[in-house]
């Protein structure tokens, strides 16, 4: 009896080790397929929200190269009607990891957006940046104008430093062909750094809140984890 209940108590326990391999592997493959869909293989566009609507243009910057104030031209993509070029000023330089710091100015990041579609008579506007520091809805203008939204969607992890994810949009305003959007950072505040941004727009008949689309949360990704480790489990039992 002794050694009988010795066998069954190691395939138990074999049992539970192979089930913990199972489910840290399929955590594993869920956060790898996150990364994968989120839009960009480079290390900060990937923190930016996807867009829910179908938008009339999109413009995204995350490898700056050149001299710092720029213009700099969208390196990511730049999709739909019109052109988009980013500015700051006053000086500062172009880091090793390809980020715009402004070491002790403080900067004032400019979009200047032309020739957008304005065909309808209404647009939305939505901006995103990866930057560091503490901002608020007053500091983004877009043509003098505080956005109708602003908040941020939290901290993400740029080359090892915390940066602010920070969502801003203004909703069905007149419709335009050209825009300028400034960021202006704290006065007297110095060491700021801008590591990806995004601008997205939509021209339509009717006032459309642009919107981005939600990324998982851990609690889905744990449920995807936990279906994906019952398949292998299932497919284990069947191959025994």
């Known amino acids: ?32 397929l996150s990364v994968a869909f989120a839009g960009s ?36 993509f730049s999709t739909g009607v019109g052109s988009a070029q980013l500015s700051v000023t006053p000086g500062g330089v172009i880091t090793s990891t390809s980020n ?17 579609q304005d065909s309808l008579p209404f647009t939305s506007v939505a901006i995103q940046l990866v930057a560091n520091g503490t901002y608020n809805s007053n500091q983004f203008l877009l043509n003098g104008i505080a956005p109708d939204e602003f908040y941020s969607f939290g901290q993400v992890n740029v080359g090892g430093f915390m940066s602010e994810l920070y969502w801003a949009a203004w909703q069905g305003i007149a419709a335009q062909a050209d825009y300028t959007a400034t960021l202006a950072a ?54 025994d």
């Open 1 to 32: 009896m002794s050694v009988l209940f010795f066998v069954r108590r190691l395939q138990a326990s074999k049992s539970r080790f192979q089930l913990v391999c199972h489910f840290f592997s399929a955590m594993a493959i869920c956060v790898t």
């Open 41 to 76: 293989a480079n290390a900060d566009i990937i923190h930016l929200q996807t867009i829910a609507n179908s938008t009339n243009g999109e413009f995204g910057w995350d490898v700056f190269s050149g001299t710092y104030p720029g213009p700099h031209v969208p390196d990511q």
């Open 100 to 116: 715009l710091y402004s070491l002790f100015s403080t900067p004032v990041w400019t979009f200047e957006l032309e020739n957008l």
């Open 186 to 239: 704290p006065t007297g505040s110095q060491h700021h750094v801008l590591a990806a941004a995004k601008v997205s727009y939509l021209n339509s008949a009717n006032p459309q809140n642009i919107q981005a689309i939600p990324e998982p949360s851990s609690g889905v990704l744990v449920i995807l984890a936990v279906c994906i480790c019952g398949a292998i489990r299932r497919k284990s039992i069947l191959a």
